[in-house]
């Protein structure tokens, strides 16, 4: 199987999921929010809520100890990395600049995590937040659908 | 130019080749191109080089050869542990080609000596391993407008570009800057697959042989990938970026900057 095949064309999530994310971000409110999504077959399976350790509203930036413990426990639990969810506060959930060049290793068009589905969740809008699904690849973005059920 | 019977023989695959043939064959014998490290992507493109006659290769290097280059630096080998890496590829290259004459630079690249050291080749090659560097590098082939074939690796996978100034995009029209310290994954995280560095530098060998034969199509304005894993090649189309602030209308970056070293991609 060719990495292409692996890649989701869509990614899944639980209602109670989506729930858990839009907690942590209405939390960490007006600043930004992030977290790590595993799963299998781009369905989402456990949600991490992470600490943004530069808390601000337009940035975020996860802990690299706590990465390290979820990543250990996505893999013991049989899971891989499906998704990186995070915030934005007063723009819409479009990968920004800084998203895009943070999905490389820097000065590079390696992705540091090519079978991530990268989840936007907009709260331009508190009372109506959006939440979108983005492959982030050679340089460009495109859309994965997130399914809610 | 006349070529030497043993000349003749040692080429003769390349003078078979139409596009390249005797006068081809001259263009390499004649070609001055430098290699920035003589390590993981140096050693296959000096050993490429050296073998095709480049009559010239520069060797940019202060470091002492490791043990624990020796899984993919093969310019260096088991008895050359803590000898200057320079002085150690000028041994391999020119044990290959006697036509071949290496020049050592024993010093660290820095914005006070890369002018002065560049100027005298046609073709630069970076194989190294910071991002300093790396944007020195860059900055100084566009002033200078010398051919750059950059390439980074990392993991199992590779990239390439080669600048043409004036012609196509450099390296930071893609990267404007360099990442600020906080932003790169640890540094320890960074191994490589050694046979990477061989495919990578093979590539930066052929680009180098092509712009001095003036043959084919070179990868300027594209960016290769390649995935070891699942054997992908992709290429990135990178358009010239009219704001670069190096190559742009209104350059910003008219000297040339020394960053601050805090990461190598151990390479
Ligand atoms: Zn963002
Ligand atoms: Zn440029």
Redesign the interface.
């Known amino acids: 199987m060719?990495?292409d095949e692996e890649r989701a064309v869509a990614l899944t999530i639980a209602r109670h999921d989506l729930t858990t994310i839009l907690d942590h971000c209405s939390a960490a409110y007006p600043n930004e929010a992030c977290g790590i999504l595993g799963g299998t077959n781009g369905r989402v399976g456990k949600v991490y809520p992470m600490r943004n350790v530069r808390p601000s509203p337009v940035s975020y930036?996860m802990d690299?100890a706590e990465q390290f413990r979820v990543m250990k426990d996505i893999r013991q639990a049989g899971l891989v990395l499906v998704g990186i969810f995070h915030s934005h506060i007063s723009s819409p959930a479009y990968p920004s600049s800084v998203d895009v060049?943070?999905a490389y290793?820097?000065?590079?068009?390696?992705p540091?995590y090519p079978e991530a589905v990268y989840v936007i969740l907009s709260l331009r809008d508190q009372g109506q937040p959006v939440i979108k699904g983005y492959l982030i690849r050679?340089?460009?973005v495109s859309d994965v659908p997130v399914n809610v059920e | 130019m006349e070529f030497t019977e043993d000349q003749i023989l040692r080429y003769s695959r390349h003078i078979l080749l139409p596009e390249v043939g005797g006068e081809g064959q001259e263009k390499l014998l004649n070609a001055k191109v430098v290699l920035v490290g003589a390590g993981g992507l140096g050693s296959p493109v000096g050993y490429y080089l050296a073998a095709a006659g480049v009559g010239t290769i520069g060797v940019i290097d202060n470091d002492r050869v490791e043990i624990s280059n020796l899984q993919r630096q093969i310019a260096h080998n088991t008895k050359r542990l803590g000898v200057l890496k320079a002085e150690s590829a000028k041994e391999t290259f020119e044990t290959l080609n006697h036509d071949v004459n290496v020049v050592m630079h024993k010093e660290r690249l820095s914005s006070a000596n890369i002018k002065g050291i560049i100027k005298d080749y046609d073709i630069v090659v970076d194989g190294s391993d910071n991002f300093p560097t790396r944007y020195l590098v860059n900055d100084a082939c566009v002033m200078l407008k010398k051919t750059l074939i950059s390439a980074a690796v990392f993991r199992f996978e590779g990239q390439v570009m080669s600048i043409y100034p004036g012609q196509g995009p450099c390296y930071r029209c893609l990267f404007e800057v360099p990442p600020p310290a906080g932003m790169v994954p640890s540094c320890q995280e960074a191994g490589i697959l050694g046979v990477v560095t061989g495919v990578i530098g093979t590539l930066q060998a052929t680009e180098v042989v092509k712009a001095i034969l003036g043959i084919g199509e070179p990868l300027r304005g594209k960016l290769l990938l390649w995935n070891a894993l699942d054997m992908s090649f992709r290429t990135v189309k990178v358009p010239r970026n009219k704001e670069c602030p190096v190559c742009g209308e209104k350059p910003t970056i008219t000297e040339l900057i020394d960053y601050e070293q805090f990461c190598s991609m151990s390479h």
């Open positions: 060719t990495r930036e690299a060049e943070q290793w820097p000065g590079t068009l390696f540091n050679d340089g460009a």
